[in-house]
């Protein structure tokens, strides 16, 4: 079962040669078998207490999932904290498996 996230994406617009970035959000869906880590990440949580991120709690934790495309990889930073992250992705498919 695919799973529904929230992805924090650097806004290619803002961006100009060597200044920050800027972030927007957008609904992103990860399949739970495309998963190979999951880890904080401090870098947007900077950024958000810096200013540069969307109307969020400053207590906002964020995550960067690593998923498995063959050959390569993909990272996605989503927001919460992995613990939470971790068990959206995983409990809902557990869940399928128990019917």
């Known amino acids: 079962m695919i799973v529904k996230l929230i992805e924090v994406e650097p806004r290619k617009e803002a ?9 927007s959000l957008r609904e992103v869906f990860v399949n739970p078998d495309q998963v190979v880590c999951l880890r904080a990440d401090e870098t947007v949580k900077q950024h958000l207490r ?6 969020l709690d400053q207590g906002q934790s964020f995550t960067r999932i690593h998923m498995n495309r063959g050959n390569s990889g993909l990272d ?19 869940r399928l498996l128990k019917g």
């Open 76 to 94: 996605v930073v989503v927001v919460g904290a992995p613990a939470a992250v971790e068990e959206k992705i995983f409990k809902t498919q557990s």
């Open 15 to 23: 961006q100009t040669l060597g200044a920050p970035p800027e972030y």
């Open 50 to 55: 810096e200013g540069r991120m969307p109307d």
